[in-house]
């Protein structure tokens, strides 16, 4: 490993790692490189995939998106595009932000559709919509168990990076209810079990219907 580092060094004639407490870190140029990297191969995961390919039609689809998105942004968009190309083959993969950032650094979809953090220095990104992030609730819940997303999850991110500009953390809750899936969660917060934070579009309709209300 050190002579590969050295070569490396070598190579950019610059430092790219560098020591302290017996650990080993990147350098501002390590990281630049690291970026760098991760971009090259997910190109070239992408080039061999799409030769493979190269007979199928140009509009096929592979991408993902986090639960929110698959369930109330993207459907509509996904059936027009189905209409507007009948013969396109579409997969979908649904899962949380982590994991589809994964599959991105693994070449096995092209892009992916998510709410929250991620290092946006590895990849090439655009903004597909804003929406107002919301804390809802049963209309009756005192405010003591907050329901969260399971860890990897945007929603989660969003929840922790908020708190812990204020000081605080998920552990200063009373009491804490983990969930993997959004759907669940949402009934659980339907059904009186906790406060929780959920873009806007994933609750809309149950504001409405008075089935949750906006704190």
Request: charged share 25%.
């Amino acid at each position: 490993v050190s002579q590969h580092i050295r070569w490396l060094e070598e190579q950019y004639q610059a430092k790219l790692f560098c020591y302290e407490n017996k650990q080993l870190s990147l350098t501002k140029s390590g990281e630049l490189l690291r970026s760098a990297a991760i971009t090259m191969k997910q190109d070239e995961t992408y080039l061999r995939r799409k030769i493979r390919q190269i007979r199928q039609t140009e509009n096929d689809l592979s991408f993902g998106v986090t639960p929110t998105v698959g369930m109330y942004l993207i459907p509509g968009p996904l059936a027009e595009y189905q209409k507007k190309y009948p013969d396109a083959q579409i997969s979908m993969q649904v899962e949380n932000s982590q994991q589809l950032c994964e599959r991105l650094d693994a070449g096995e979809i092209d892009f992916a559709i998510l709410e929250g953090y991620f290092r946006k220095t590895d990849y090439d990104s655009l903004l597909y919509k804003t929406e107002r992030y919301v804390g809802v609730c049963a209309p009756d819940y005192p405010f003591v168990t907050l329901i969260v997303r399971e860890s990897g999850s945007g929603n989660r991110e969003i929840i922790t990076r908020s708190l812990s500009r204020q000081n605080l953390d998920l552990s200063d809750f009373h009491s804490l209810f983990e969930v993997g899936d959004m759907n669940v969660c949402k009934q659980m917060l339907i059904k009186g079990c906790g406060i929780g934070f959920l873009y806007e579009a994933a609750v809309e309709d149950d504001i409405k219907s008075g089935r949750l209300r906006e704190m």
